[in-house]
Structure formats: C-alpha cells, structure tokens
C-alpha cells in the first residue's frame, strides 16, 4: 500500500518561511504526479501546487512567486517551500499523490500563519 507521510508544519509569524516535506512509500509506477493541497476551517481544500515526475509545475495563484515545489524522484519525495507567509494561508497542508488517475493522501500537517 502506498503512505504519504508529511512533516515540517508549524506556527510562523507572518512574512515568515516554512518547508514542508512528504515522504511517499509503497509500491506505485514512477510516472506520476506529487504535490500539495490545503483546506482552511469553513473552506474547500484546493490546491497548492503540483509536480510531475518530469518536473512539470503548477501552482496556485494565491502562492505564485512565494512558494516553490520540488521533488526527489529517487527518494519519493516531494517539498514545498513557503516564503513570505501570510495569515491567510493557514491551514491544514495535505501531501497529494496521483497515479494513474488513483488519488493518494497524506493526514496533513497545520500551518499556522500569525502573530
């Protein structure tokens, strides 16, 4: 079975910087897609950012410019860095994986943005 394991959540003042990492582990076809969602209380959870196997990014409006996704094939693993953080982007992170149209995910880990 395949397990997505996040960490490096936590509080941060804003204007503040915080990496996350997922590690992936199982058995699961090396073509795929890696990334990061989030839900906010009251929200939808939406995307964050996405990475394929060729290095393919995607990123959310709301993040452009202030988080980069990056992805260590070999390891399985997927991070996401997060500058200039801002209270509204508190929230639970969820670590995504996608193979073959099969959805996998992580428990979360919060981020917690304030003062």
């Known amino acids: 079975q395949v397990q997505l394991v996040e960490s490096g959540g936590g509080l941060v003042q804003p204007g503040g910087s915080l990496r996350l990492s997922c590690a992936a582990s199982g058995s699961f076809f090396r073509i795929n897609t890696m990334g990061w969602y989030r839900q906010a209380p009251g929200k939808e959870r939406e995307l964050v950012a996405t990475i394929t196997s060729g290095a393919i990014t995607d990123y959310a409006d709301s993040v452009k410019g202030r988080f980069t996704i990056s992805r260590d094939n070999a390891k399985n693993t997927v991070n996401i860095q997060m500058n200039s953080l801002k209270p509204e982007d508190t929230a639970v992170y969820y670590c995504?994986?996608?193979?073959?149209?099969?959805?996998?995910w992580g428990k979360g880990t919060l981020v917690t943005v304030s003062s």
């Open positions: 995504y994986l996608r193979v073959w149209a099969m959805d996998y």
